[in-house]
């Protein structure tokens, strides 16, 4: 099975700053990642396709790139509502597997 | 709109079994795969199964082989997960997503409790 690594497990900046999460595979899953962003008491959301394809509604803010084994989430400016834990999810092969996550905290 | 409703979770004992439905509008239901997913409490999240288009198809992570059956009735729009020999490492909320691109939409999620 596919191990996905998310780090750092905890993030803590400020609004306005510019952060990166990253998501590391165990081997190459191409260009098969997404990235979730789940707040407490709610169902994940997408953010990201393959990569570094923007779901529709999505703020241009989050961006996304790598590929094969190594992936960055970007958030070019933080935001009040952007404090959330953020998910990586491969579905390059079955088992489809996800990160374990990286909480996004206020400073 | 597209909505995903989860419904039939609640408390079961272990060794028993349970079946979850996830009721589909706003889309063609027969046009994507669809998927179930878990999150253990405080946990992070779990892919469960996906099945294909007809359901003909059908794809399980490690921890649910062979116990959970997922399958799917496109006349009713309506996904189900089978869950038998529960055991209290099940104990989740289960969501239900549709699976495009990527799991793009979800449903708000059911609660199963696997206690005695």
């Known amino acids: 099975d596919i191990q996905m690594t998310q780090s750092p497990s905890v993030l803590s900046a400020s609004v306005g700053d510019r952060v990166t999460l990253n998501c590391k595979a165990s081997?190459?899953?191409?260009?098969?990642l997404n990235w979730y962003q789940q707040k407490l008491g709610e169902a994940p959301k997408l953010l990201i396709y393959?990569?570094?394809n923007l779901q529709t509604g999505i703020p241009s803010r989050f961006s996304g790139s790598g590929s094969g084994t190594d992936f960055t989430l970007t958030i070019s400016s933080l935001q009040p509502e952007d404090f959330a834990t953020y998910f990586c999810?491969?579905?390059?092969?079955?088992?489809?597997?996800f990160g374990a996550g990286t909480k996004l905290e206020l400073k | 709109e597209v909505q995903l409703v989860e419904s039939g979770g609640g408390l079961v004992q272990p060794g028993r079994s349970m079946k979850l439905s996830c009721a589909a509008s706003?889309?063609?239901?027969?046009?994507?795969?669809m998927a179930w997913v878990r999150q253990a409490p405080k946990k992070g999240l779990e892919w469960v199964a996906s099945?294909?288009?007809?359901?003909?198809?059908?794809y399980y992570g490690d921890s649910v082989k062979g116990r959970f059956t997922i399958s799917r009735d496109n006349a009713k729009s309506t996904l189900y997960l089978q869950m038998n020999s529960l055991r209290s490492e099940d104990t989740a909320t289960y969501y239900c997503?549709?699976?495009?691109?990527?799991?793009?939409?979800w449903g708000q999620g059911v609660m199963v409790t696997v206690s005695s």
């Open positions: 081997q190459n899953i191409n260009k098969y």
């Open positions: 706003g889309f063609t239901f027969s046009d994507y795969y």
């Open positions: 393959n990569t570094n």
């Open positions: 997503a549709r699976h495009g691109a990527a799991l793009d939409y």
């Open positions: 099945i294909s288009y007809e359901g003909s198809s059908t």
């Open positions: 999810f491969q579905h390059n092969s079955w088992p489809y597997t």
